[in-house]
């Protein structure tokens, strides 16, 4: 959706009053890479394609070019895919100065074709097979995240020790506590919202210095979009602000972590395809074998919702972060919530996502198995009632990042939706992540065992 025509642009560059674009793609870990073109230049030709490393759909957290790819690699010579702009997501950059933003689509450098493990493009393949029966997927997710009271630098500077957060305590829907966190959190709000992002609030969360940010639900591609440009906006203000926000699920061991809650129903000529006013929850036969779909297969995608050895940090009981892959009526004990029950925007919230989740392929992957559901006609099973947390008798979700990863190798379900060479290449990010990790002597080994053991 954009916010920002191109013959705007021009005038604004030729007037003087843009002189920045930022031509972005998406990586793996949903964060934006690209480059900052003097607008002159971007108005002149990059509009049309710019062109980056092929590595950039390769590497981890800290851009390691981890070997093992068949996509990209040493042997192959690391060549270029092509950075073409959607100039529909073409939008102010309000917290920049003169700056405008463009999100791009990856491409082949030899064929054009959309590079297939592109998270933007996992996305639009399966909006594409949902279209094609004529559905429109709605989406909505919540950013959740901690502000932290000192920089970036200087939180590296200290070994990322002795972290104080901007407030001192549990600040959930405070109004009085999170006065301190609006040095930061006002000017993302007036920036998202003067940058065409339809950000309606932000609320403290419940734990020290965490926070949320909600925008409106959206076609789900826009919806991918607005999460990502608030996510960097986030964190750039923040750097302006000499504070630090931080994404990490999980980081302090007895505090509450943060999670990405993903809204979702399905609509079709203008009204939502979910809701059925005849039926005692208002669920539509529809909603019922897609939601089917999406919890029958949660095992299978968790990986996508949980990337990181971190990630699985967060999963535990009476921490509001889903142990159990069930559903339940308002309850945010389970998985997987319906909201709206009975009402016009009956909706289904996937709970499971950590804050580090890549919203595009959190999103694909929901998609697929909802379709899933469709396709073989799930019957969805009795909500759960009470605490599911104690409830022994329903299924887990994978507990690490080596078990998500076996769910996924193991997937025909993803690997129908996707293709091989998608899924074979995720699963080597995974299997990358968890070789890292366990390459590390952490602090807690040093701590119980230097003398001890």
Partial sequence: MAALTFDALKEQVSKGEVDTVLACIIDMQGRLMGKRFHAAHFVDSAWEESHCCN????????????????????????GDYIMKPDLATLRPAPWLEATALVLCDVLDHHHHAPVPHSPRAMLKSQIARMEALGFTPMMATELEFNLFARSYDEIRASGYRD???VSPYNEDYSIQLTLRDEVVLRPVRNALYAAGIPVENTKGEAEVGQEELNIKYAAALDCADFHTIAKHCVKDVALMKGHAASFLPKWHRDKVGNSTHIHQSMWKDGDNAFRDPDDALGMSAMMKSYCAGIIKYAPDYTY???????SYKRFQKGSFAPTKAVWSVDNRTAGFRLCGAGSKSVRMECRIGGSDMNPYLGMAVQLAAGLKGMEEGLELAAPITGDVYDNAAVAEIPATLRAARETLAGSAMLREAFGDGV????????????EAFDAVVTDWEMQRGFERA
């Fill in 55 to 78: 590595y950039l759909l390769a590497t981890d957290l800290e851009m390691y070019t981890v070997e093992g790819y068949a996509a990209t690699s040493w042997a192959g010579g690391y």
């Fill in 163 to 165: 972290l104080t957060t």
């Fill in 304 to 310: 996508f919702l949980a990337p990181n050895i971190n």
């Fill in 423 to 434: 899924i074979n290449h995720y699963t080597h990010a995974a299997d990358w992540e968890q």
